[in-house]
């Protein structure tokens, strides 16, 4: 059993380690293209950050005032409801079959990676915000 305090900083770790990973392989894929391809790139990276953003504030939200409501001892596996350790897989899976498909443009990496890694790393940060709240 962790104490709910821990809970926020376990929920931040599983969004933030992936969001750094993505963004700085992003961001290397960004650093090997030319750079007349680059200015659509960062239109298609400014549309994926604001759709990650709009997505993942209200998930975070949600998921805070769970462990919010939480009794102070919890499993570590109550952090999440269930539709959330699914969403994670899903995603982890995405992530994963991504990695291994060898024809995947490296626009698309740059681009879409740049754009997730980042608002990742914000949602682990508002993870952290609300534990610090409840000290």
């Given at each position: 059993?962790?104490?709910r305090v821990h809970s926020y900083v376990i929920a931040a770790a599983i969004w933030g380690i992936p969001g750094i990973n993505i963004a700085v392989k992003g961001i290397r894929t960004y650093m090997l293209m030319r750079p007349d391809d680059l200015w659509w790139l960062l239109l298609i990276t400014v549309a994926v950050t604001i759709f990650f953003f709009t997505i993942f504030?209200?998930?975070?939200r949600k998921y805070s005032e769970r462990i919010a409501s939480l009794p102070d001892r919890v499993m570590i596996w109550r952090i999440f409801p269930?539709?959330?350790w699914i969403l994670l897989a899903i995603m982890?899976?995405?992530g994963i079959t991504l990695k291994h498909i060898p024809d995947v443009p490296?626009?698309?990496t740059a681009s879409?990676?740049?754009g997730l890694g980042p608002m990742l790393i914000v949602s682990s940060i508002q993870y952290l915000k609300a534990c610090f709240k409840t000290l």
């Open positions: 059993m962790i104490r504030r209200r998930v975070v269930p539709k959330g982890m899976g995405f490296m626009s698309f879409f990676y740049s």
